[in-house]
């Protein structure tokens, strides 16, 4: 099935060139001289390669089905943040192994032990891995609040269980759980 351009979204797959990608991101450029386009951002699931790509927004584009599983996440097998991460389906109970080919270093950085994911699959391999919105987890390392912070909004370095380094308001202590922003990594309030 095809559709327009403008309608590519984030983790979509689709046939460009004529190679399966999924679509990592878009951004819709309107430069002073010209018409508008949409730049995407495209990983090659062949290859692995990720390249940023210029669409006008009348371009069709094949758009393919994938599906998509809702997975629980288990445990990280070598123990480092290295992966391969281990799921299990929740209809199935099969467990799979994701390597870093599948799990980005911005998406392995927010996984928690029992964290729904859905991950992608398409001809019975892994295409890549969905994380919800937010997520919430406990600030293990940070350092005390300035005294005089208290008029400011100035952000502090935190260190979340996962290991992720964050930003935060300074008072937000150690043993807090916090919400953040899987997208972006941002503070988004106390749990």
Same mark, same amino acid.
């Given at each position: 099935?095809?559709?327009?351009?403008?309608?590519?979204?984030?983790?979509?797959?689709? %046939?460009?060139?004529?190679? @399966?990608?999924?679509?990592?991101?878009?951004?819709?450029?309107?430069?002073?001289?010209?018409?508008?386009?949409?730049?995407?951002?495209?990983?090659?699931?062949?290859?692995?390669?990720?390249?940023?790509?210029?669409?006008?927004?009348?371009?069709?584009?094949?758009?393919? +089905?994938?599906?998509?599983?809702?997975?629980?996440? @288990?445990?990280?097998?070598?123990?480092?943040?290295?992966?391969?991460?281990?799921?299990?389906?929740?209809?199935?109970?099969?467990?799979?192994?994701?390597?870093?080919?599948?799990?980005?270093?911005?998406?392995?950085?927010? @996984?928690?032990?029992? @964290?729904?994911?859905?991950?992608?699959?398409? =001809?019975? +391999?892994?295409?890549? %891995?969905?994380?919800?919105?937010?997520?919430?987890?406990?600030?293990? =390392?940070?350092?005390?609040?300035?005294?005089?912070?208290?008029?400011? +909004?100035?952000?502090?370095?935190?260190?979340?269980?996962?290991?992720?380094?964050?930003?935060?308001?300074?008072?937000?202590? %150690?043993?807090?759980?916090?919400? %953040?922003?899987?997208?972006?990594?941002?503070?988004?309030?106390?749990?």
């Amino acid at each position: 099935m095809a559709i327009k351009a403008n309608e590519l979204r984030r983790g979509q797959a689709l %046939i460009w060139e004529g190679q @399966l990608q999924v679509c990592l991101g878009t951004e819709h450029v309107k430069p002073g001289k010209g018409p508008a386009y949409i730049q995407a951002k495209m990983k090659n699931v062949a290859t692995g390669t990720i390249k940023v790509n210029r669409l006008n927004s009348s371009d069709k584009i094949e758009n393919v +089905n994938i599906d998509r599983r809702s997975m629980q996440f @288990l445990y990280d097998s070598s123990g480092q943040g290295k992966g391969p991460w281990v799921f299990m389906d929740n209809e199935s109970y099969d467990q799979i192994e994701l390597g870093e080919d599948v799990v980005e270093q911005t998406q392995s950085q927010w @996984l928690k032990d029992g @964290l729904e994911v859905l991950v992608m699959i398409y =001809d019975g +391999n892994a295409l890549g %891995i969905e994380l919800p919105a937010s997520v919430e987890l406990e600030v293990t =390392d940070t350092t005390d609040q300035p005294k005089a912070a208290t008029a400011t +909004n100035q952000l502090k370095e935190a260190t979340v269980e996962t290991g992720a380094r964050v930003r935060v308001p300074p008072f937000i202590e %150690i043993g807090q759980v916090v919400k %953040i922003n899987t997208e972006s990594g941002e503070y988004l309030g106390k749990a």
